[in-house]
């Protein structure tokens, strides 16, 4: 097996690590998190395919958190909305739904502050993520703006993992193929 892919995205180039998930699968670990050059190019990307109206942009912590800051920054959005992965003590009234991601062995959750339900009710939303792949996380994110009563008008990753890369419900900038250990 090779140790490494490369991506590109447009001129941009990143060598990623293969890694192996079980016996059938291994994946390009794509880790946005410290990459300030490539979440400012994603998110410059991304930003330009939204040519429609909407309220908030939605993320998952904590890697779709960079990105989102860099997307409300070029479409002068003064806000984003992030669900988080367990309660905090702060949050009041939250909502929260469970989560299954192909990266994560153990069932997880996805928390949304009931401040922010208040905030979205109503709103047309946009689900922004690094990479989808099984499509649980975005599963779960809609699952739970539906209980916020808010309108996911489109949803937008860096990369569309696998399978992911033939859905017609989400707009992406690169393919990211699955691999054999």
Do not use: W
Request: hydrophobic fraction near 45%.
């Amino acid at each position: 097996m090779e140790k490494y892919y490369e991506l590109k995205i447009d001129d941009l180039t990143r060598k990623l690590p293969l890694i192996k998930l079980n016996d059938n699968v291994a994946i390009a670990s794509f880790v946005l998190l410290g990459d300030a050059e490539l979440t400012h190019y994603a998110a410059e990307r991304l930003a330009r395919k939204i040519d429609f109206d909407f309220d908030y942009l939605v993320t998952m912590e904590s890697k779709g958190i960079p990105l989102a800051q860099e997307m409300c920054h070029f479409l002068k959005k003064p806000r984003y909305v992030v669900l988080r992965k367990n309660v905090k003590d702060y949050m009041e009234g939250h909502l929260s739904v469970a989560v299954n991601a192909i990266t994560t062995s153990a069932q997880q959750q996805l928390v949304l502050d009931g401040n922010d339900a208040a905030l979205l009710k109503g709103k047309k939303i946009v689900i922004i993520d690094d990479v989808i792949s099984s499509g649980g996380s975005i599963a779960a994110a809609e699952k739970l703006m539906r209980k916020a009563e808010a309108d996911v008008v489109d949803r937008f990753a860096i990369l569309a993992e696998g399978d992911a890369a033939e859905r017609a419900d989400i707009q992406y900038l690169e393919k990211l193929p699955l691999f054999q250990p």
